[in-house]
C-alpha cells in the first residue's frame, strides 16, 4: 500500500503510463526519488522510447549528471502544458492531446469512440 501512495509523488504523466501499463511498477519505483521532476519525465520518455530495462532505469535516475537525457530529445511544449496534457487524460480518460506551437497557437484534441462517449466528455466540460 506504501508504494501505490508514493506513487502519487509522480507527475500525471508517468501516472498515466502506468495506469495504461506503459511502463511497470519497476519502472515507477525507480523513478520515485529523482529529482528534479523534469529529470524523471525525461527518463520516462526513454522508457516509451527505448524500452528500458527496470535496472538501466535505476542506473539512470542514479546519475548526478545525466547530459545524454537532456541531449536526446528537444522539449517542444512547457512542463506546465504537459502537465495539463497528463491531467487531461486522467479526466476524460482518453488519449487527449494538447499541440502549441512556438507562437502559442495551438488545439486541443480529445478522441471519442462512440455517440455516448461524446456525449460524456461533453457534459464533463459543461457546455
Known amino acids: 500500500m506504501t508504494n501505490y501512495v508514493r506513487l502519487l509523488k509522480l507527475p500525471p504523466e508517468i501516472q498515466i503510463g502506468i495506469i495504461e501499463r506503459k511502463i511497470s511498477m519497476g519502472h515507477a519505483r525507480a523513478l520515485i526519488n529523482t529529482e528534479p521532476e523534469a529529470k524523471q519525465l ?9 524500452d528500458l530495462s527496470v535496472r538501466k532505469v535505476e542506473e539512470l535516475a542514479k ?6 537525457l537532456f541531449r536526446t530529445e528537444k522539449t517542444v511544449m512547457p512542463l506546465e502544458f504537459q502537465k495539463m ?12 492531446k494538447l499541440q502549441r506551437n512556438e507562437h ?4 486541443l484534441e ?3 469512440a462512440t455517440d455516448d462517449d461524446l456525449i460524456r466528455i461533453v457534459d464533463m466540460l459543461e457546455l
Not at 546519475?63 to 545524454?68: N, T, Y
Not at 491531467?87 to 487527449?96: E, I, P, S, T, V
Open 110 to 112: 480529445i478522441p471519442f
Open 63 to 68: 546519475e548526478d549528471d545525466a547530459p545524454r
Open 85 to 96: 496534457q497528463a491531467d487531461l487524460r486522467l479526466k476524460f480518460g482518453k488519449k487527449a
Open 104 to 107: 502559442g497557437l495551438g488545439k
Open 42 to 50: 525525461k527518463i520516462y520518455k526513454l522508457i516509451l522510447e527505448k
